[in-house]
């Protein structure tokens, strides 16, 4: 694949020198530091611990940390119910 770079003048002269004296073409030694960068052994970045969905915090803590999706509907059903009913109430 072709592809256009910037790269500094003395970058360049270093590049060019280097592929010389190494009989290679200047493209080659470009895509050998490239991959050598590419494989390096990186230190792990450190996870973010997962949270049990939902969490939400009241004023003392989490409200509903562990819950599973049906109690949650549950409670949300009947969220809406008390609503309507208040609606209704009036």
Not at 17 to 30: F, I, N, P, S, Y
Not at 48 to 56: E, G, L, N, R
Not at 72 to 90: G, K, P, V
Request: overall charge positive; cysteine-free.
């Amino acid at each position: 694949m072709k592809t256009t770079l910037d790269i500094p003048d003395a970058l360049y002269r270093e590049v060019k020198m280097r592929a010389a004296r190494d009989g290679v073409k200047v493209k080659d030694l470009v895509a050998k530091g490239l991959s050598a960068v590419l494989n390096e052994d990186l230190p792990a970045k450190p996870r973010k611990k997962k949270s049990i969905f939902p969490i939400f915090h009241g004023p003392v803590g989490p409200l509903l940390q562990g819950k599973d999706v049906r109690s949650l509907s549950f409670l949300d059903d009947q969220d809406d119910l008390e609503r309507y009913q208040r609606a209704f109430r009036r």
